[in-house]
């Protein structure tokens, strides 16, 4: 079962797609989940997920903007996607009929 | 320049894997504008450390040394046990101390607000305090614009007796305002009221927590019931919290309302009433003192013939109540910083000592290339290990030791239940041990400064003449120490040798004393109450082992204040509150004979005089006969007692004078009469013993005869006279007993101090002193040559102690009696003790010295 946190940072770096690195990430987070995490919070959920292979990451290229600092990339991976099936599954067979927001699949 | 410090941590913290694409994206953040760079960092130290290697490198680089340090303490477990013995117990006793003071002294009292609550005193001619009356309370009150709220609160003593075992207790009477000045509200009912402060309305009760659950098994259900008090029907209208405290008398259990009007007794002159005040937040202290000065003066004005009062007192209730106990506080407080001055300086010889022998290991390890930081992290570590073992031997210390020390305070002061090993205490005493800790480690470093290659060529006889100055700077300190804290107990010790030595007035062996009381419905009048206090002296007296008893409404040394103004009615003063007040002695006709007070002149009154109460007859103390007639025979002479229109009384006789206040008091005045020529009885009598054996043993058979007489009375406060006058000297007591005991633990250091010194100084010193005795020093000359480093340590030691001991002992002033704090016996005394047991600290190395063989030393080269 994925975490709170491991579900918002796997759907934010779905969302990011592409060079999905640590800036964007948290603000595609902060954005639509209203959340000002901080970096050390993020990179310690994507260490964590990538230790369960539920992401994986590639070394980007530097730029200046970066200070010629490299960038670290995450995609989730095909086992990250069914983890988040089966979370959400569940969390709908939780939800079914009570009156809590959640529509039931 | 924060970014670049922000980045240099994490480049040392995070991952290598991590700290590149962690550090880009918080550059990138930073360039896009508002982000609080420090608070990211530290976030990201903290969730992505995982191997983070400045702290990990801490971290073992702590443990490796600790197991050292462990393996070097078990090594020299002499050196190991003394550290932590000396450190312990001065840690312990200075906590111990702390804790005492810490809640008579330094926290304020558990009301709201607790600084703006005064007592308020009259102030005699010679700036004494005395109680007001209740008439000057009512004007004071209803004239301060100052004062919020004022209470007047009356000694009350009653006696519970609403089942088999009746009770004496310590009460209160007070106004209805008195919680409310406290800013208290009962736990349980209600306060008083106002309209039960009047006369006939006033019998209802507050209890204490503590009464409420032992007496009455906390039943909730008491409150609005009636109890039964001195044979009244009194109602229960409310229950404290369980932590009040009720600071002006902690001993009381019960108050009732005060209900005075305009009895005789609440006039201006019936000086039995204290009184407590709330300053108005508008007001200070000095604008209340001002006030109710000017106040008093038109009281005086008004009522020239009613005060010799002079002015008012208004003191903070929290200065009021711990007045006589600051002293000794204050003076122990010092002195068990002084202990712990000294236990620092021995262990930090000590420390030094290992030091000078570690000297080769340290240069051996530094030329394996440890660093300096390393070895000095060595050595802080090994001073923390002995800092929490003293500090955890400490703790034990002041768990055993401070309920003992509680149980020896004077009973008046407050807060006494609060005190215990608090949070504050146990802070202190963590903030010793780290600073303990880190001065362990830094001390000897100086001895690390010694060059290391010396040393490892020399191997291991190179020793560091800073290191020795060191050394000596500690013993002498600790010398100096010692001398102040000896000279402090020499002097409170010859204080109480002089105190116990005053002639009281009265011979106190062999008299066994107890309170007896006669009040409920059998004892309306006063009649009754003297014949109950003649069938309690027949039965006593018939016991074995009796020779005489008496009854007295008070004993010397006891603590009671009952004072009347005595008036010769031919030299009545324009205002009749001048005159003299003498303590009241209402006695059986045998008292002066069993206290074996002595009759001076004229004759004492026989058993018929005083089972009358028609022909009043009195006898004075000499002080008193001096004070009315100077120059007259007082015999013949006429009195009144308490006040102009009290029956007047011939005196028959002058009876020598009694310490009545305390051994160190001032001699008061006293007054003899019998019992039944006073113009009421007392209902709580003091009755006094002489026996032939130990009065103690005849205790249980004395209670037994009391107790036959009238079973439903109790029985309260059996002592022996001797336990009286040492109650009386119990605060000077317990502040010789500590202060001895500090200052025989200082003076054990300090020898062993100088023995250290000079047990190392011979060790390291053999070869030069066996190059002495080649070249024709006698052992004579060596052990002078020994016994001359130590006595030079010592000499400058006291000295320096001396000079100190006058700053201290200053402070020990009001502790001290007929003797001054440089008093040079003591002084001289000191300094021979301690030249002395120097002299014994040096035999011991000056003879090794003596035996050294210049043959083998000079061949040890």
């Not at chain 2, 209402?586 to 074996?596: G, I, N, P, Q, W």
Request: with cysteine; charged share 20%.
């Amino acid at each position: 079962m994925l975490g709170e946190l491991e579900q918002v940072v796997l759907l934010a770096i779905m969302r990011v797609g592409k060079d999905a690195y640590g800036v964007p990430i948290h603000d595609e987070i902060q954005r639509r989940a209203g959340r000002d995490l901080t970096l050390g919070t993020i990179y310690k959920t994507l260490g964590r997920l990538e230790k369960k292979g539920l992401v994986t990451s590639r070394i980007g290229e530097p730029t200046s903007q970066r200070g010629g600092r490299r960038t670290r990339c995450y995609v989730v991976s095909a086992a990250g996607k069914r983890a988040l099936q089966v979370a959400f599954k569940a969390l709908r067979h939780m939800a079914t009929g009570l009156d809590v927001g959640l529509e039931p699949a | 320049m924060m970014l670049r410090f922000c980045i240099w941590i994490l480049e040392r913290a995070l991952l290598p894997e991590l700290a590149s694409p962690v550090i880009g994206d918080l550059v990138e953040q930073q360039r896009r504008g508002a982000l609080w760079m420090l608070g990211e960092t530290i976030s990201a130290c903290w969730q992505l450390h995982r191997r983070p290697r400045v702290i990990d490198g801490f971290v073992h680089a702590f443990f490796s040394d600790l197991r050292i340090a462990a393996r070097l303490l078990l090594r020299s477990p002499g050196f190991a046990i003394v550290s932590v013995l000396t450190l312990g117990l001065a840690i312990g006793a200075t906590t111990a101390i702390f804790s005492v003071v810490e809640p008579v002294l330094l926290r304020s009292l558990p009301y709201p607000d607790a600084g703006r609550l005064v007592l308020v005193w009259e102030r005699d001619r010679d700036g004494g305090r005395d109680n007001i009356g209740f008439a000057t309370f009512r004007d004071l009150v209803a004239q301060s614009r100052t004062l919020e709220r004022a209470a007047a609160i009356g000694d009350w003593q009653p006696t519970l007796s609403d089942n088999d075992d009746p009770e004496r207790l310590q009460g209160d009477r007070v106004s209805w305002t008195y919680f409310r000045t406290l800013g208290i509200k009962p736990a349980l009912g209600r306060d008083f009221l106002a309209e039960e402060d009047e006369p006939g309305h006033s019998d209802v009760v507050i209890l204490s927590y503590g009464l409420w659950q032992r007496r009455y098994g906390g039943d909730r259900s008491l409150i609005g019931k009636s109890i039964l008090i001195g044979g009244k029907a009194m109602s229960v209208v409310g229950v404290l919290p369980k932590s009040f405290d009720n600071a002006p008398n902690p001993t009381a259990k019960i108050w009732r309302v005060l209900g005075y009007r305009d009895q005789s007794f609440a006039c201006r002159t019936c000086h039995h009433l204290r009184m407590i005040a709330r300053i108005r937040p508008s007001a200070t202290l000095a604008d209340a003192r001002t006030e109710l000065d000017q106040i008093h003066s038109r009281l005086v004005q008004a009522y020239p013939k009613e005060y010799a009062s002079v002015g008012m007192v208004v003191g903070r209730v929290q200065d009021e109540v711990t007045q006589r106990a600051r002293p000794a506080l204050l003076a122990l407080s010092a002195a068990v910083l002084l202990v712990l001055l000294i236990a620092v300086a021995n262990v930090v010889s000590l420390q030094l000592a290992r030091a000078i022998r570690r000297g080769r290991e340290f240069a051996v390890r530094e030329a394996l290339g440890a660093t300096r930081s390393r070895l000095f992290g060595q050595l802080l570590t090994e001073g923390l290990l002995l800092s929490v073992l003293g500090g955890v031997v400490g703790l034990c210390v002041v768990y055993l030791s401070l309920p003992i020390l509680v149980s020896r305070l004077p009973s008046g002061l407050p807060q006494l239940s609060a005190i215990h090993v608090d949070v504050g205490a146990l802070a202190v005493v963590t903030t010793l041990i780290l600073l303990l800790a880190v001065v362990m480690g830094l001390v000897p470093a100086p001895a690390r400064r010694v060059e290391r290659s010396a040393s490892l060529r020399a191997g291991g006889r190179f020793t560091g003449n800073t290191n020795h100055a060191t050394r000596a700077t500690l013993v002498v300190s600790e010398v100096a120490l010692a001398v102040m804290l000896l000279v402090s107990a020499g002097l409170l010790g010859q204080s109480l040798v002089r105190l116990l030595g005053v002639n009281a007035g009265f011979d106190a062996t062999h008299l066994l004393t107890l309170e007896i009381n006669s009040t409920g419905a059998g004892y309306r009048s006063d009649t009754s109450v003297y014949e109950y206090h003649d069938r309690v002296r027949e039965a006593v007296r018939a016991l074995p082992g009796v020779t005489s008893v008496a009854v007295a409404n008070q004993l010397p040394l006891a603590g009671n204040v009952d004072m009347y103004g005595i008036t010769d009615p031919s030299n009545v003063p324009a205002n009749p509150e001048l005159v003299p007040s003498g303590d009241r002695y209402a006695v059986s006709a045998d008292y002066l004979e069993t206290m074996r007070i002595p009759v001076l002149a004229g004759r004492n009154f026989t058993a018929a005089e005083a089972a009358q109460a028609n022909d009043k007859v009195a006898l004075v103390s000499a002080a008193l006969a001096r004070r009315v007639w100077p120059n007259e025979s007082p015999i013949g002479q006429r009195l009144r007692i308490g006040g102009a229109d009290a029956p007047s009384r011939t005196v028959i006789g002058v009876a020598g004078n009694v310490r009545h206040g305390g051994l160190d008091a001032t001699t008061t005045m006293q007054f003899y009469i019998p019992e039944r020529q006073m113009f009421f009885a007392d209902n709580q009598e003091m009755l006094v013993v002489r026996t032939t054996g130990d009065p103690a043993a005849l205790a249980p058979a004395v209670r037994r005869a009391v107790a036959a007489i009238d079973p439903t009375q109790p029985i309260d406060k059996i002592s022996t006279m001797e336990d009286v006058v040492s109650a009386s000297t119990s605060q000077r007591r317990l502040a010789l007993i500590l202060f001895a005991a500090f200052a025989m633990a200082a003076l054990l250091l300090a020898v062993a101090g100088i023995y250290g010194v000079l047990a190392g100084s011979v060790s390291e010193r053999t070869r030069e002193i066996g190059v002495r005795s080649a070249l024709g020093a006698t052992p004579r000359s060596i052990v002078a040559l020994v016994v001359g480093q130590g006595g030079r340590l010592a000499a400058l030691g006291m000295a320096l102690g001396l000079a100190g001991s006058f700053a201290l002992t200053r402070y020990l002033r009001s502790l001290l009696f007929g003797i001054a704090p440089d008093d040079p016996v003591t002084l001289a005394g000191v300094c021979a003790l301690l030249a002395c047991v120097t002299l014994g600290a040096c035999i011991v190395p000056a003879v090794r010295a003596a035996r050294v063989d210049p043959g083998t030393a000079l061949r040890s080269e």
